[in-house]
């Protein structure tokens, strides 16, 4: 089946850098979403995106659809304690009848 | 205010019993899902239904069972034949299948 494969799996950086992470298949995607997960909390809808090339921002995020349409950009500037979770990228699976999710990266801060 | 209620938040059962989670949803979605989500892990889809008196097996639907009788109400039971129940349980609602989840806050299940 449909896979979206995330990286890195996990990330530790100190406040106030800045953040990276993708997430890529081997088929192509006409929607690409990016969750974050706070802990003991369920995910929350960031961005999402619909056309390729397309170039989103919310606040400090921005994410990015691949021309190519087989993988999707998550950057986290100037990150603050709050960025702290789990983020998901996922798109509609084949049939679109439910959507497929990555495995996600888990970003810790060091204050 | 619209969304997605999951209650309780934390449950303790003992081995053997069934144990039914609740998840009520006022957004008028037609598509909700549960998954189970273990600790450092992604999310595992159990089950999902696309419209009323209809859902669909995920990829652990082994040891759950769902109903959904109302459009507002997905509630999933945990069998005493799920071997490793204790886990957080997420679920979700989407106004189409396919379309962007709203999720609710999970119930942590916790099997002694």
């Known amino acids: 089946g449909q896979q979206l494969n995330q990286s890195p799996q996990s990330m530790f950086i100190q406040e106030g850098e800045d953040v990276s992470m993708n997430c890529t298949s081997s088929s192509i995607f006409n929607t690409w979403l990016w969750y974050k997960q706070d802990p003991g909390e369920g995910p929350v809808l960031l961005i999402a995106?619909?056309?390729?090339?397309e170039l989103t921002s919310n606040g400090r995020l921005t994410a990015q659809f691949g021309i190519t349409r087989k993988d999707s950009f998550l950057n986290i500037s100037a990150s603050i304690p709050s960025d702290v979770g789990i983020y998901f990228c996922a798109g509609p699976g084949q049939g679109a009848q439910k959507l497929v999710f990555g495995q996600g990266t888990r970003l810790t801060i060091n204050p | 205010d619209g969304g997605i209620t999951q209650s309780p938040k934390y449950l303790f059962r003992k081995e053997g019993q069934n144990v039914t989670l609740s998840c009520e949803q006022n957004?008028?979605?037609?598509?909700m899902y549960w998954y189970r989500q273990d600790p450092g892990q992604g999310l595992r889809l159990i089950y999902y239904?696309?419209?009323?008196?209809?859902?669909q097996k995920g990829d652990i639907a082994e040891g759950y069972s769902v109903s959904r009788e109302k459009k507002e109400s997905f509630p999933l039971t945990v069998t005493s034949a799920q071997k490793n129940p204790t886990a957080f349980y997420l679920c979700a609602s989407s106004i189409l299948p396919g379309n962007g989840y709203t999720f609710g806050s999970g119930t942590r299940l916790t099997v002694v």
């Open positions: 995106l619909y056309k390729a090339g």
């Open positions: 239904s696309q419209i009323v008196n209809d859902f």
């Open positions: 957004l008028n979605h037609d598509a």
